[in-house]
């Protein structure tokens, strides 16, 4: 299977993988420099992204600007490769984070959770580029139409399938009952509306396959479907230079097809999970909200999304979001490995 380059304007990823962004601090400057300087796309989560940040308790706000822009510089003093950052469009501050990721230079800013409506002023006069992530054709053209208002198209579109993890674009009931339709037919469709705007504007806007990518095969069904590159996430995890702690990473490990759930997030929409005693408890006292989305009342929530990221990032029983059919990621590997299995 011979597969090109990804161009994204004026960047050029010399292998089609891009690492999705996993948050809070899954995938941070260390995975995405190792990625990025095997020739893929690295992808830092700017989700609370300043955890660890001594202030984070108290100023999130200001933690999580600090450590946006630490970040960056230790990725690119790790690697020359292409960074990009994962921002959730629908969480608390998101156009100051936007800000600050693209003061700091950022080369690709990935967005979903939401319609990432914002990005095309958030990045005016700078060369950062731009991907919403979709999981219809339809989302897709209400992005795009909207950028157009502001004289800019996307500079690439992920597109995201049901077998993704985290939070989903999907009806839940789609989910539990399989309905969805499939990451390829949603990249096949994406693909037919970007080709009429490419030949209206003479650009070139590739598409990014994600959700539940683990085999060569599946790149090569994705690639025939029209995809150009190939995003991957629960794959890096197991990893040695995975930002999370080892007991998160073993979750993925001992985690089997049938202890990965959807769930309802806090936040109201659907997303998938290993199932973990955090989750089994049901609902949970909130000590401490972290202001991180709007619209959150600590009252009427089951638990704390924050809470129980951090947790699971730090090795205690917590949230661990994840892609489906972990039943072969089964030990630590390297990011070196798992690129070339994928690709060969």
Excluded at 21 to 26: A, K, S
Excluded at 96 to 108: P, Q, R, T
Aim: with cysteine; net charge positive; charged share 25%.
């Amino acid at each position: 299977m011979k597969l090109n380059e990804l161009r994204i304007g004026n960047l050029t990823a010399k292998i089609p993988i891009v690492q999705g962004g996993m948050g809070i601090g899954v995938s941070l400057s260390g995975l995405a420099a190792a990625v990025a300087n095997e020739g893929g796309i690295g992808t830092i989560s700017g989700v609370q992204i300043g955890f660890r940040e001594p202030d984070f308790l108290t100023d999130p706000v200001s933690a999580n600007l600090r450590a946006i822009g630490s970040e960056i510089k230790k990725a690119r003093e790790k690697s020359k490769g292409i960074i990009a950052m994962n921002f959730m469009a629908a969480m608390n501050n998101y156009e100051l984070y936007v800000k600050k990721a693209v003061e700091e230079k950022i080369d690709l800013i990935v967005s979903g959770a939401g319609l990432p409506i914002a990005l095309p002023k958030l990045v005016k006069g700078s060369n950062t580029k731009i991907a919403p992530i979709v999981s219809s054709a339809k989302a897709a053209r209400i992005i795009i139409k909207s950028y157009l208002k502001s004289e800019r198209l996307p500079d690439a579109v992920v597109v995201e399938g049901p077998l993704a993890g985290g939070h989903l674009g999907f009806k839940m009931n789609e989910l539990l009952e399989d309905k969805c339709m499939k990451l390829k037919d949603i990249v096949k469709e994406v693909k037919l509306l970007l080709s009429s705007y490419e030949k209206e504007y003479n650009v070139r806007i590739p598409v990014i396959a994600a959700g539940g990518i683990r085999t060569k095969d599946d790149i090569s069904e994705l690639k025939e479907a029209g995809a150009d590159g190939f995003q991957a996430a629960s794959l890096f995890v197991p990893t040695v230079e995975c930002d999370a702690h080892y007991n998160f990473k073993s979750a993925y490990i001992n985690a089997t097809d049938e202890s990965v759930k959807i769930i309802k997030s806090p936040v109201g929409m659907p997303a998938r999970a290993v199932q973990t005693n955090f989750l089994a408890a049901g609902k949970l006292s909130i000590k401490k909200c972290y202001k991180c989305m709007p619209g959150c009342n600590p009252k009427e929530i089951p638990y704390c999304i924050s809470e129980g990221l951090l947790n699971a990032v730090e090795g205690r029983d917590g949230l661990v979001f994840s892609g489906a059919n972990l039943n072969n990621i089964n030990k630590i590997t390297t990011v070196k490995e798992v690129i070339n299995k994928l690709i060969g």
